[in-house]
């Protein structure tokens, strides 16, 4: 490519948060390219002439690898919605449920009833679209709940 290496264009890739993973081919490879490459993400680094099997399997482990990221992606992006329609009251209730203490231990620390605490739990967890606590716990492992801003 005139003017730019592979390894400028996956830097650039990289820079500008396009995470897709890349499959190098080339004509002329030395080791520190390939290293340089494979250390930045890169799925393969494929040497012309080219063996047709390995630049399909190559494409196939890219796209997979690409799959499986968008879905964690999504995943992690519905579930960061979630926490930002939560409101300040059951984001404390929430760290507090994580924080493996009963409704009566929340309630005292935030100074209110154990009753105010469960309609704040449950409103909280028909919120995070959950059912128990180990799947909120799950849930909260995708996204932990300080890096989420709470609704106003």
């Known amino acids: 490519m005139p003017g730019l290496s592979g390894l400028d264009?996956?830097?650039?890739?990289?820079?500008?948060?396009?995470?897709?993973?890349?499959?190098?081919?080339?004509?002329?490879?030395?080791?520190?390219?390939?290293?340089?490459?494979?250390?930045?993400?890169?799925?393969?680094?494929?040497?012309k002439p080219l063996d047709a099997q390995k630049l399909i399997g190559a494409v196939r482990t890219a796209v997979e690898k690409d799959r499986t990221s968008?879905?964690?992606?999504?995943?992690?992006?519905?579930?960061?919605?979630?926490?930002?329609?939560?409101?300040?009251?059951?984001?404390?209730?929430?760290?507090?449920?994580l924080a493996g203490k009963l409704n009566k231990q929340i309630a005292a620390g935030l100074g209110t009833a154990e009753k105010t605490v469960k309609v704040h739990r449950a409103r909280m967890m028909e919120k995070m679209h959950v059912e128990s606590v180990a799947e909120l716990v799950r849930a909260c492992l995708v996204v932990p709940p300080a890096e989420v801003q709470t609704a106003d």
Request: no cysteine.
């Open 9 to 47: 264009l996956q830097r650039a890739l990289a820079q500008n948060g396009d995470a897709r993973p890349v499959v190098f081919i080339s004509g002329s490879a030395s080791v520190p390219s390939s290293v340089a490459a494979m250390k930045a993400g890169a799925v393969d680094f494929l040497t």
């Open 70 to 97: 968008r879905e964690g992606r999504s995943r992690q992006a519905a579930l960061a919605g979630r926490l930002a329609s939560l409101t300040p009251r059951e984001r404390e209730v929430l760290e507090g449920v």
